[in-house]
Nanobody, 128 residues
Framework: QPRVVEFGGGLVQPGGSLRLSCLVS????????IGWFRQAPGKEREGVSC????????HYVGSVKGRFTVSRDNTKDIVYLQMNSLKSEDTGLYYC?????????????????????WGQGTQVTVSS
């Protein structure tokens, strides 16, 4: 059974950094894609970034481009979301999600309907 678990959230000051981790199990990361999503208070969940395990293709939504980076630990089944230069508007509950990579090219912001395996979320709060 595919499963993903996020961790690494916390409270950080504006301008600071956090690294979120998405631990995957029950599937081979090379055959899947990972999406990172976030939901701010009172707002809809939005796609932040996607990553294709087989070839490392990534895409970032404009608001985080240049500040967030997705990477993979090749020795562990973990996908990271490195978040730098954090802003108050980055505050929210962050989720990772997985889907089979067949016919998925990560050519734009990930969409909720494209992913079928979700974690429980980890809270990121950017505040002074």
């Amino acid at each position: 059974q595919p499963r993903v678990v996020e961790f690494g959230g916390g409270l950080v000051q504006p301008g600071g950094s956090l690294r979120l981790s998405c631990l995957v199990s029950g599937f081979a990361l090379n055959q899947y894609a990972i999406g990172w999503f976030r939901q701010a208070p009172g707002k809809e969940r939005e796609g932040v970034s996607c990553f294709v395990g087989k070839d490392g293709t990534t895409h970032y939504v404009g608001s985080v481009k240049g500040r967030f980076t997705v990477s993979r630990d090749n020795t562990k089944d973990i996908v990271y979301l490195q978040m730098n230069s954090l802003k108050s508007e980055d505050t929210g509950l962050y989720y990772c999600a997985a889907r089979r990579a067949v016919y998925y090219y990560c050519s734009g912001p990930p969409q909720l309907y494209e992913f079928d395996t979700w974690g429980q979320g980890t809270q990121v709060t950017v505040s002074s």
